[in-house]
C-alpha cells in the first residue's frame, strides 16, 4: 500500500465511512420532499430506490415497485436535493494554520475534499493551480477506491503569459510549484494545449486580466490560438475575465465559461448581445470576499474550522485584496452591490447559464464547502429564484464538467444526495439546513468529520 493511500486509510478509519458496494441491500428512501435538480417540479412524498451505490428508481411513493427484502429509510419531513458540483476552487494549498505550496499534497487534497463532501458537495474541480501529475495520480487512486465518502476530483490546467495568470496570493504557491503554463506567441499556446489533450483533460482555463495594470495580460492572438486549438481537440476553455471589455473579448473569441462577474462596470449593449449570441457558463464567484461568515457568530461555517483560526480571522481588520477581514468595509462596497445588483439579472436575461463556482482555498474564511452554500444565497439574493440556483448548483455543473452521473436524482445516476431539515425552494438558506450527506450511497459520518475538522494543531 503507498503512503498516499496508508494516509487515506488513517483518515477514513476515523471518520468511520460506511461503504455501500455492488453487493450491498438494496435501500428504499421514503418519504421525503425530493428536488430532482434539473428544474422540474419537486416531488412532494417520494421513493427512491437505491443499490450498489446507484439510483434504480425515482418516483412518488405509490410508483415506484419495491423489490423483496429491501431496507427502508423513512425520511417523511426531509428534503432531498443532489450533492453539488463546484467548477472552481483552488484546492491543496490551504493548512489553517499555514498556507502554501508545501502544503499540496495527497493528504491535504483529500482533506479539503472531505470539507466538501461534508457539506454536500459531490465533484470539487481545481482550476489551473494544482500540479498537473499530482492530481492525475490523486485521480487515478481516487477511481480505485482510495478515498471513499470524499468529494470527486475534477482539475483543469491554466494558460497565462509568464508573470501573469493568478493573483498575488495564489502566485506564491503556483510560482514555487510551477504550475502555470506560461506561453507568450499563439504557437506555445497550441503546443501547451496539444499537451493537455494528450493527457485527457476536458477543460484549460486562461487568465486575462491585467490586475488594474500591474500583470501581462494574455494577448488575443495568444488567447485565440488556446481556444482555437482547445475546440479543435473538445476541449472547453474558462476565461477568467473581469473586466467587461475582457468578457466581450474572450466571448467574441469563443470562450466557453465566463469565470468571475463584471462588479464595478455597467454592461453594454454589445456584451449583452454576446452573451445572448453565445450563451456561455458563467461562473460568478460572487462570495469570495463577502464578510457574511466570518465576522458574526455562524455555527455553519464555524463547524468545519478550528476555533483558533475562527478567532484569528475575526481578529483581523486590515483589509487586503482578495482577503476579507472585519475591518470597515471601504466606501466603493455599497456602490458595488449596487452594480452588481444591476448586472446579475442583465446576465441572467441574456442567456448566461450560471453554474457553482466559489474560488475558495486561498484564504481559511472563505472555507471549502461552506462557500458553495454562501453562493446560492447571493445568487437569491441578486434575483435568481431558489429553483434556479439549485440547477445552477446541481445538474448544469455537472453537465459543464461530463459528470454525466451526477447532479439530478434519477434512475441511472450516483446516490450522491443531501438530506435537508428544511426545504430550500421555500427559502435558498435551508441548504444549510443539513441533517445527512450520503457520497455514492454511503452515508458519510459527518460527527466525526466535524470533531476532526475543529481540532486544534499544533
Known amino acids: 500500500m503507498t503512503i498516499v493511500r496508508l494516509a487515506a486509510a488513517a483518515i477514513l478509519g476515523a471518520i468511520a465511512l460506511p461503504a455501500q458496494g455492488p453487493g450491498a441491500a438494496a435501500v428504499l428512501y421514503v418519504g421525503a420532499r425530493l428536488i430532482p435538480g434539473d428544474g422540474s417540479p419537486a416531488i412532494a412524498s417520494s421513493a ?72 454536500g458537495v459531490a465533484a470539487t474541480t481545481t482550476v489551473g493551480s494544482s500540479p498537473t501529475a499530482q492530481v492525475l495520480a490523486f485521480q487515478r487512486d481516487q477511481r480505485d477506491g482510495a478515498y471513499p465518502g470524499a468529494s470527486r476530483l475534477l482539475f483543469m490546467p491554466g494558460i497565462a503569459p509568464p508573470q501573469g495568470g493568478p493573483d498575488h496570493i495564489l502566485r506564491e504557491a503556483t510560482d514555487a510549484l510551477r ?32 490586475r488594474n495594470g500591474t500583470y501581462p495580460k494574455l494577448a488575443p492572438a495568444v488567447y485565440g490560438a488556446v481556444i482555437d486549438e482547445a475546440h479543435a481537440r473538445k476541449m472547453l476553455v474558462h476565461a477568467h475575465a473581469i473586466q467587461a471589455e475582457d468578457q466581450k473579448a474572450v466571448l467574441a473569441a469563443g470562450a466557453d465559461v465566463l469565470v468571475h462577474m463584471v462588479q464595478r462596470q455597467p454592461l453594454d449593449d454589445a456584451l449583452l448581445g454576446l452573451v445572448k449570441a453565445k450563451r456561455p457558463y458563467w461562473a460568478t464567484v ?29 481578529a483581523t481588520t ?31 436575461a441574456a442567456g448566461a447559464r450560471v453554474v457553482l463556482a466559489t474560488d475558495t482555498g486561498i484564504q481559511p474564511g472563505h472555507t471549502f464547502g461552506s462557500g458553495e452554500h454562501l453562493e446560492l444565497a447571493r445568487w437569491v439574493q441578486l434575483g435568481m429564484t431558489p429553483a434556479e440556483a439549485i440547477v445552477a448548483a446541481t445538474s448544469r455543473p455537472a453537465a459543464l464538467m461530463g459528470q454525466a452521473d451526477l447532479g439530478t436524482l434519477a434512475a441511472g445516476k450516483r446516490a450522491s444526495f443531501i438530506v435537508l431539515d428544511a426545504n430550500p425552494l421555500d427559502d435558498i438558506r435551508h441548504t444549510r439546513r443539513i441533517a445527512d450527506v450520503y457520497m455514492d450511497g454511503a452515508r458519510i459520518d459527518r460527527d466525526a468529520m466535524r470533531a476532526r475538522f475543529t481540532r486544534e494543531t499544533k
Open 286 to 314: 460572487i462570495g469570495l470576499g463577502d464578510p457574511t461568515a466570518l465576522c458574526t457568530p455562524d455555527p455553519f461555517f464555524e463547524q468545519a474550522v478550528p476555533p483558533s483560526v475562527v478567532a484569528r480571522i475575526r
Open 179 to 210: 504550475v502555470v503554463h506560461e506561453v507568450t506567441t499563439p504557437a506555445e499556446a497550441r503546443t501547451a494545449v496539444r499537451g493537455m489533450a494528450a493527457q485527457g483533460l476536458g477543460h484549460v482555463k486562461i487568465w486575462v486580466d491585467d
Open 48 to 119: 427512491m430506490l437505491v443499490e450498489g451505490g446507484t439510483i434504480r428508481a425515482v418516483g412518488a411513493t405509490e410508483a415506484v415497485a419495491v423489490p423483496a427484502g429491501v431496507v427502508r429509510v423513512d425520511l417523511t419531513g426531509k428534503t432531498l436535493m443532489p450533492a453539488m458540483v463546484n467548477v472552481h476552487v483552488h484546492i491543496g494549498y490551504e493548512g489553517y494554520t499555514s498556507w502554501g505550496g508545501a502544503n499540496h499534497t495527497a493528504a491535504n487534497v483529500h482533506d479539503h475534499l472531505l470539507r466538501e463532501a461534508f457539506y
Open 318 to 348: 486590515e483589509r487586503r485584496p482578495l482577503v476579507p477581514s472585519c475591518g470597515p468595509l471601504p466606501a466603493t462596497a455599497a456602490d458595488r452591490e449596487r452594480q452588481m445588483a444591476v448586472n446579475f439579472p442583465r446576465m441572467l
